[in-house]
C-alpha cells in the first residue's frame, strides 16, 4: 500500500474542484503556527509533548535537541525502519531546517530516502534547497527556479524512478500560499475583484476577548482593508500553481496504474485570519480561523464525497499512516490515534474522543517596535496601523470539544487575570460571543480540569481523557442562555 502526503497554509476544505474524489474530514491543529503544528505532524505528539513552542531555534524549532530527541522516532522514520517503505521529502520542511547551529543543510532527518528540503522559511525565488544533504542554490528564472513547479518536477522523477517492489511513501510540503505570496507568471492577473471574506466577524471588536484581540483598531483603515483583501488575492493566486502540482502528481499516479492502491492527504498546517474581529492578517489566535484546516482523503475503501464531522487533530496523521502501513501505534509514544475506521465507515460519533486538545505560546519583542513606539515592548507583529498580532503573554490552551450534542471551546490565557473564553459553537459559529462569565464556577471548574488533563497527557492517556459528559454541556447551555440548533 502507498502513501502521499501534501499540505500547505490555508483554511478550507473546498480548494479544487479536482478533489471531489476525496472524503472531507473536520481537523484542527495542535498549535496555530508553522513550526510546532508541523513538529506535531511529524511525531504525533502534542506541542507539550515535542516541546517546539516557537517558529525559532531557541523555541526548539529544528534545534539539535530536536533531531536528537524526536526525529528518530517521527512517523516517517517508523515506515522506513519497519514498513520498508520508500521515502521522499519535498518543500519546507521546518522554519529552522538548514541553520548552521543545527547542523546546516547537511543534516538529513532519519527517515528518508530522498530528501529535497528547503532551507528555513517560506520562498518562491532565490532559495537553497538540500538536496539529500547536498546544498543546491536556485535563481529567479521562473521556467528552472519557481519552487512549487520545482516540488512538482522532483515529485515527478521520484514517482517515475522509484523501485516497483516496495512501498512508497511521499510528503510534498509546498510554502505556498505563504508570504511573500508570489505567484506564478501566468497566475499574476487572476482573481483581480476577489475579496477576503465578509463573515459576521469580519472587521467586528472583540470586546469580550482577551487584550491582544481588543487593542485592533475597530473599524480598520481602508489602508488595512485594502492590505487584507490584496493578500487574499496573492495568496489564491499562488495556490493555482498548488493546484497545478497536485493534478500532476495524481495524473502519474493514474498512468501509472498506481492511484486505486494509493492513499492521498491533502491538509495543512494553520489556519490563517484575513480581517476577523479586525486582525488584519496571520495566524496564532485561538479561533476556528486559525485551529481549522483542511483534510482531504482518498484511497482504497474510503468513499468519496463524504464529509466527516467527528473531530482528527493533526496529531492523528502519523497514527493513520503507521494504520494504514500496517504498524501498531500502541508501540509507540505518539499522542494521537488513527482515524481511519472513521474514513472506512467503522466508527461512529458515540463512540470516538470528543476532545482535543490546542496549545500556543505566545512571542513578543523586548524592545518597543520603532514604527510602534506608543505600544511598548513585549507585543510583535505588528502591522498595518500599529495592530498586533502576538504578545507575551499571547500563551493558552483550549480544549476543542466535538459531540453529537455538543460543540465548545474552553480556552484559559497564561497571563496575570488567567483570562477565558468559551465559545458554543453552534449557536455561535463565529464566535463572536464569550460565554465564559454567564456559566456558573462549577462548571468552569469542571473544565478547567478537563483541560489540564490532556495538557498533562502523554500517549495512550491523551487519547481517552475529557470524554464528553452529557449533563455538564446541558448546564453550560442553560446557564448561558444559549440555545442549540
Known amino acids: 500500500m502507498s502513501l502521499a502526503l501534501h499540505f500547505h497554509t490555508n483554511d478550507k476544505c473546498n480548494i479544487s474542484a479536482y478533489f471531489a474524489h476525496f472524503a472531507c474530514v473536520s481537523q484542527f491543529v495542535a498549535s496555530p503556527l508553522c513550526c510546532p503544528s508541523r513538529a506535531s505532524i511529524l511525531t504525533g505528539k502534542y506541542p507539550h509533548n515535542h516541546h517546539v513552542i516557537n517558529n525559532t531555534l531557541q523555541g526548539n524549532c529544528s534545534s539539535l535537541a530536536w533531531q536528537k530527541s524526536q526525529e528518530p522516532q ?50 518562491y525565488y532565490n532559495y537553497t534547497l538540500s538536496v539529500n544533504g547536498k546544498a543546491q542554490k536556485h535563481g529567479a ?27 512508497f511513501f511521499m510528503m510534498v510540503s509546498t510554502p505556498a500560499p505563504h508570504s511573500p505570496w508570489t505567484a506564478a507568471p501566468q497566475y499574476q492577473d487572476r482573481f483581480n475583484d476577489t475579496k ?64 486505486e492502491n494509493t492513499y ?123 495592530v498586533c498580532e502576538d504578545s507575551y503573554n499571547n500563551t493558552y490552551a483550549c480544549v476543542r470539544t466535538v459531540a453529537p450534542s455538543a460543540n465548545l471551546q474552553y480556552c484559559e490565557f497564561d497571563d496575570n487575570e488567567v483570562f477565558v473564553e468559551v465559545y458554543n459553537v453552534t449557536a455561535d459559529p463565529y464566535q463572536l460571543n464569550n460565554i465564559a462569565k454567564t456559566i456558573e464556577q462549577e462548571v468552569l471548574e469542571k473544565m478547567n480540569h478537563r483541560l489540564m488533563m490532556l495538557q498533562s497527557c502523554s500517549g495512550q492517556t491523551c487519547r481517552t481523557p475529557g470524554v464528553y459528559d452529557r449533563s455538564l454541556f446541558v448546564n453550560i447551555f442553560v446557564f448561558s442562555g444559549c440555545k442549540m440548533h
Open 74 to 123: 517521527t512517523f516517517p522514520a517508523l515506515l522506513k525502519s519497519f514498513g520498508g517503505y520508500q521515502t521522499f521529502f519535498a518543500g519546507k520542511y521546518l522554519n529552522q531546517y538548514g541553520h548552521s547551529d543545527a547542523g546546516g543543510l547537511e543534516h538529513v532527518p532519519p527517515g528518508w530516502s530522498y530528501w529535497v528540503a528547503l532551507e528555513k522559511n517560506s520562498k
Open 141 to 167: 528564472d521562473y521556467s528552472r527556479d519557481y519552487l512549487t513547479d520545482v516540488l512538482a518536477n522532483r515529485s515527478l522523477d521520484f514517482l517515475q524512478y522509484k523501485s516497483s517492489y516496495q512501498p
Open 196 to 259: 477576503a471574506p465578509r463573515d459576521p466577524n469580519f472587521n467586528v471588536h472583540g470586546k469580550d476577548k482577551h487584550w491582544l484581540i481588543r487593542q485592533a483598531k475597530t473599524p480598520m483603515s481602508n489602508s488595512s482593508v485594502q492590505f487584507l483583501d490584496d493578500a487574499f488575492r496573492k495568496r489564491w493566486r499562488t495556490l493555482l500553481s498548488v493546484d497545478d502540482l497536485v493534478e500532476k502528481i495524481v495524473k502519474k499516479l493514474e498512468v501509472r496504474g498506481e492511484l
Open 264 to 386: 492521498i492527504f491533502f491538509t495543512s498546517d494553520n489556519g490563517y485570519h484575513t480581517g476577523q474581529f479586525s486582525l488584519p492578517l496571520d495566524k496564532r489566535q485561538l479561533y476556528e480561523f486559525d485551529i481549522r484546516v483542511p483534510l482531504l482523503v482518498r484511497g482504497p475503501n474510503i468513499k468519496p464525497n463524504q464529509t466527516s464531522q467527528m473531530p482528527v487533530a493533526n496529531v492523528d496523521l502519523g497514527p493513520t499512516i503507521l494504520d494504514i502501513a500496517g504498524y501498531n501505534v500502541n508501540k509507540t509514544q505518539m499522542d494521537g490515534m488513527s482515524f481511519l475506521p472513521i474514513m472506512q465507515g467503522k466508527v461512529n460519533s458515540s463512540s470516538w474522543r470528543t476532545d482535543i486538545l490546542v496549545e500556543y505560546e505566545g512571542e513578543g519583542r523586548n524592545v518597543s517596535d520603532p514604527a510602534c513606539p506608543l505600544l511598548g515592548p513585549g507585543v510583535s507583529e505588528c502591522f498595518p496601523d500599529c
